[in-house]
């Protein structure tokens, strides 16, 4: 059995893109893993797994390095529009791709497909819609215990559930601290991704990400679009900004209807074919 894959990153998010129209192996929790391992296996951030045909359109799951499942990932939805584009799946500037959360519209902006512009749908400070536990209400600026320690947190909703936490200043020590508490902390029954938010000016915010199921992350689609919305709810931003991240910048764009656009690049890193010895490995974990 031969599996060959295809590596991307998204400002140093990287993933794999597994597609299965063009291998035999079947994806198990136990073999992402594997894959995923940068000890034993190739090491990633998550695997991309598609294009799956449906009858609404192209579906693509997406894979964390744990095995979980995903419900969204806006570098993940940049990267398997242009794998889509770059194996000839899709031909269109703009077309419509289908995540286990919501459908996102995607739109090319040059040739190469290496600049994308998304439509990620609609933030949700709603406790029901991240989810968080207690009383239905919008969670904006709650003090939340963390470890041992009490932080102003917003919470957020974008398909995937975020924890914002506005800090005069952030680092990866401290996100990955709060973030070890954070992910299984008691009210996200869904556990949650955490971005600490430093506000620079009303167009411009840094952040670091902790992400369920992947740890610490140097950039993050739907991390950035999180905070960003979380900034502007709290009034610390405009409606436009640029936000920064050890990997590289994202634009993002909140409407009045709370939609949420986000524009960056990916890039093509490689194909790989996989060894015998590998792929046996991967498929006795089937």
């Not at 400002?11 to 893109?17: E, P, W």
């Not at 797994?49 to 990932?73: C, H, L, R, Y």
């Not at 508490?181 to 996200?188: D, G, I, L, T």
């Amino acid at each position: 059995m031969k599996v060959v894959i295809e590596k991307y990153h998204g400002l140093g998010n990287d993933y794999f893109v597994f597609d299965p129209n063009k291998n035999e192996l079947k994806l198990t929790p136990e073999n992402v893993r594997l894959i995923c391992n940068k000890n034993f296996g190739m090491g990633s951030d998550g695997v991309l797994e598609g294009p799956i045909m449906t009858e609404k359109g192209i579906f693509v799951k997406i894979w964390n390095p744990d095995g979980s499942e995903a419900t969204q990932s806006g570098t993940g939805v940049r990267i398997f529009a242009k794998y889509l584009k770059d194996e000839g799946y899709v031909q269109k500037k703009r077309f419509k791709l289908l995540t286990s959360s919501r459908d996102v519209e995607v739109s090319f902006l040059n040739e190469s497909g290496s600049r994308l512009r998304v439509s990620m749908g609609k933030l949700s400070f709603w406790s029901d819609e991240i989810p968080v536990t207690g009383e239905r209400r919008e969670v904006i600026n709650e003090d939340m215990l963390f470890g041992r320690t009490l932080y102003p947190t917003t919470c957020v909703s974008i398909g995937n559930p975020h924890c914002i936490i506005p800090m005069r200043e952030i680092s990866k020590p401290l996100v990955c601290k709060i973030g070890n508490f954070s992910e299984v902390a008691r009210c996200f029954p869904n556990r949650i991704n955490t971005q600490l938010l430093q506000v620079v000016d009303s167009e411009h915010i840094k952040i670091e990400i902790f992400e369920r199921g992947a740890g610490y992350t140097i950039a993050s689609g739907t991390g950035a679009c999180a905070a960003a919305g979380a900034a502007y709810r709290l009034g610390l931003t405009g409606p436009k900004m640029t936000v920064q991240m050890p990997g590289g910048e994202l634009q993002v764009e909140i409407c009045d209807d709370w939609e949420v656009f986000m524009t960056g690049d990916v890039f093509y890193i490689g194909r790989i074919s996989l060894s015998t010895e590998f792929t046996e490995m991967l498929r006795c974990a089937e």
